[in-house]
T-cell receptor
């Protein structure tokens, strides 16, 4: 089954404790992206990647890191989480044609993160 | 600049009523994609439809229909004979397809409309 998976689905942590949220897709998509969803703000892009070893910032990258060492995986790293990073996080992936995203972005199930 | 406005924050209807969710967008691009996603209470984002800016044909899928009007920059979503299972947050989104650096492939989301269907 074609899907985007994220782990963990729920996480409660404390300020400053490094964490990683994993994202994996089995559709051989080149494009992957992370969004955060906050009440009243909709979804905002954090980082995106057009292929292995190619990543770039979205609109709200501060406090986050990403890596793309393999095509299927795109982990989101919070090196020193703070309470304002409490949010619902979504990973998404899509096909690309050249440098253009050509297909619908499919989303993972979401990761609800609480930073105390 | 790209922007999506969903002016209706919350809508409540009774089962079997028809309901229309409004979406107005702003873009200077001549080519773009428009999307609708559904987010049920369980939290996942479910893709509903994608529409190319060159295709203004309305689309119907079961009880769902979409009205795309370039002249008014609107892409409205209608649910006919609503059901309790339609209760969710619905997001409209816009994506410019061109290679524009940090906007590449990005989805610009509206803030969502919470639809509640009462039995």
């Amino acid at each position: 089954e074609a899907q985007v998976t994220q782990n963990p689905r729920y996480l409660i942590t404390v300020t400053g404790k490094k964490l990683t949220v994993t994202c994996s897709q089995n559709m051989n998509h080149e494009y992957m992206s992370w969004y955060r969803q906050d009440p009243g703000l909709g979804l905002r892009q954090i980082y995106y990647s057009m292929n292995v070893e190619v990543t770039d910032k979205g609109d709200v990258p501060e406090g986050y890191k990403v890596s793309r060492k393999e095509k299927r995986n795109f982990p989101l790293i919070l090196e020193s989480p703070s309470p304002n990073q409490t949010s619902l996080y979504f990973c998404a992936s899509s096909l690309m044609g050249g440098r253009i995203v050509t297909d619908t972005q499919y989303f993972g199930p979401g990761t609800r993160l609480t930073v105390l | 600049a790209q922007k999506v406005t969903q002016a209706q924050t919350e809508i409540s209807v009774v089962e079997k009523e028809d309901v229309t969710l409004d979406c107005v967008y702003e873009t200077r691009d001549t080519t773009y994609y428009l999307f609708w996603y559904k987010q049920p209470p369980s939290g996942e984002l479910v893709f509903l439809i994608r529409r190319n800016s060159f295709d203004e044909q309305n689309e119907i899928s079961g009880r769902y229909s979409w009205n795309f009007q370039k002249s008014t920059s609107s892409f409205n979503f209608t649910i006919t004979a609503s059901q309790v299972v339609d209760s969710a947050v619905y997001f409209c989104a816009l994506s410019p397809p061109a290679d524009r650096g940090s906007t590449l492939g990005r989805l610009y989301f509206g803030r969502g409309t919470q639809l509640t269907v009462w039995p």
